[in-house]
C-alpha cells in the first residue's frame, strides 16, 4: 500500500513524542542518516522523512504505535555501521536512532549490567573494566558500533567463537519494543539462563526484524589476563594449515587470531610505520583468567605453532609494539579504501575446508567478469575461521551500474563459496544483501518462507526495517 507522507505534519507528530530537539527532518541531516558502509550511491528512496532520537522506552512504543497506525515505515539504527546492507533504510521511513538510550548500569553483586542499546561497544568496555569484567564483543567497530547493533547481529568480530562464544551466549535478558509498540521483557536476572523454551534467543541476532531492544542485560565476564603473539610466514598457507590443525588436534583456540596476507600486510605495516613484513602475518591473543594460565597457554600454543612452518614466531611483551601491530591490522582496510574502490565479502568455512575455499576465492577474484583485473586481499578472524576477501581497483572512477555489477557478483559468487565449503554468515549478518544470494540457496524456500511467517507474526503491518528480509540484488 502507498502511503502519502506529509513531512511537516509527521515532524511534528514526532516532536510532540521525543521532543523538538529530537525529530529532525532538515534534508542535510536526514541524508546523513540514509547513508551506509556499502558502496552504492544513496537514492532517493533511502532517505527517511525525519530522523527521531527517543531516550525512552516508552518513547519507542509510542513511535511503533504510531507508526503502526498511518502505516507508515520505521528503521532501527544503532550507529549505521553494518557491512551487509542492514544499516541502509530501503524505504523512506521514520529512522530511529538509538544513540540516546546509553545508560548502563552494573550490579557486580547480581553479576550483571543492563545497558540501553545506543552505548557503544568501547564506552561499555571501559565503564566494564572499573568492575575488573570485559566486554565479551571486539569488533573492528569498537569505537562506533552500538551494543544494540551487535547483540541484533550477534557478531563477535575479532574474538574467535570455539574460545568465548557469541554476544548472545552473555545475554540474561532484553526489554524489547514489539514492532507493534508492546513492551516486552525476556530472560531472567538470575547469572542462570532459562533452559528450554525461551523469547530471549529469538531477538538475538534478528538483526531489528522483530523487535528494536531497548534494555540488554548481559552477564559481567571476569576481565582476562593476555598474552600476545605475532608470527611471519612466507607464504599463505602456513597460516591456513595451522588454524586447520588447531580444531583437528582440538587445541584451545585463541581469543583473537587474526590475519593479513602478504599485500594486506604490507599496506597495514606501512600505514602504522613498521617495517614492511616480507610475507602474510598473524596477531594471536591468549587469554586466561588467571596470568600464570595465560603464560602456560601461550607456552603450549607457541610450541604448537611450529607446525604452518613460520619464518619467525614472536611473543610480544611491550605493549607499545603491540598496539602497533594490531593498528596495522584494524588500519590495513581503512587505507585500501581511501586508495580506490573494494568489495567485501566475508568467507566463513568448515575448519577442515578453510585452505579450499580460500583458494578458490582468489581464483574468483582473479576471473571477476564484471570489472576485470582486480587486485586480491585477504584478511580477518583466521582462526574463527573467517576470510574478509576483497578486490580492489586503484581508482574511484567506477560507474554506479559496475559497481552494483561487482558488488552482485562478489557477493554471489563468494556466497556460492559459502555454501559449497558449508560454511555462513557467521559474522555481519544474513538478511538484507544476503538473502537471495545466501538464504534461500543454503537452506531452501520454506526456510525462507518461516522467517517470512515469524517476521509477519510479529510485525503484522510489515513496518519494521522494510527490505531487509526481502532483500536486494
Ligand atoms: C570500520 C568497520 C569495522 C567493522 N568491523 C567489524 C568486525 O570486526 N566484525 C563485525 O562483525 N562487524 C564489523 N563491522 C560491522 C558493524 O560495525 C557491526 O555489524 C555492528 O555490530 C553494527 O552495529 P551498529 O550499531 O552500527 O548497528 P547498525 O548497523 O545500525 O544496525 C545493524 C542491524 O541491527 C539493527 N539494530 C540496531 N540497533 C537495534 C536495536 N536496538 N534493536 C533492534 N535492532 C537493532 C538495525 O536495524 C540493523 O538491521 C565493522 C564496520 C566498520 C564500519
Redesign the pocket.
Known sequence: MTVTVKIDKLAKDMVSIVGKEHAISDLASRIVFAQ??QNFDLEEHNIPYVVVRPSKTEEVSQILKYANEKKINV?????????AG??RPKVNCILLD?RRMNKMEVFPERGFFEVG?GAHLAEVEKELAKYNAMLPIN???QL???I???V??N????MVDAAIGKPGDFVLGLE?VLPTGEILQTGSESPRRPAGVELTRLFIG???LL????KIRMRLVPLAAFQNIVVYYDHVDGILDTVMEMYKRCIPAPVFYEFLDEKSAKIGFQAVGLPEPAGPVSMIRIANVSKAGSEELSKEFLEFLKVGKPTEIKLVTDNEEWTKLWAARAEF??YLFRGGLTWWSEISTRADKLKEAFHEVEALAKGLKSYENPEFYAYG?IGAPTIHARVFWPTKDISIEDRRAIGLEWITKTEEINIKYDGCGG???L?AIRVNSFIRKKYGEKYYEILVKLKNLFDPEGIL?KG?LEGWT
Open positions: 551506509d558502509p528503521h532501527t539504527h544503532g550507529s549505521g555501521s553494518s557491512f542492514l544499516a538509538t542499546p569488533l573492528g567497530s562506533i558500533a552500538s544494540g547493533g551487535a541484533s547481529v557478531t563477535s568480530g575479532h524489547v534478528s538483526e531489528g523487535d528494536i531492544k531497548t582496510a581503512n578472524h559474522e555481519v549478518g538478511t526495517n531487509n
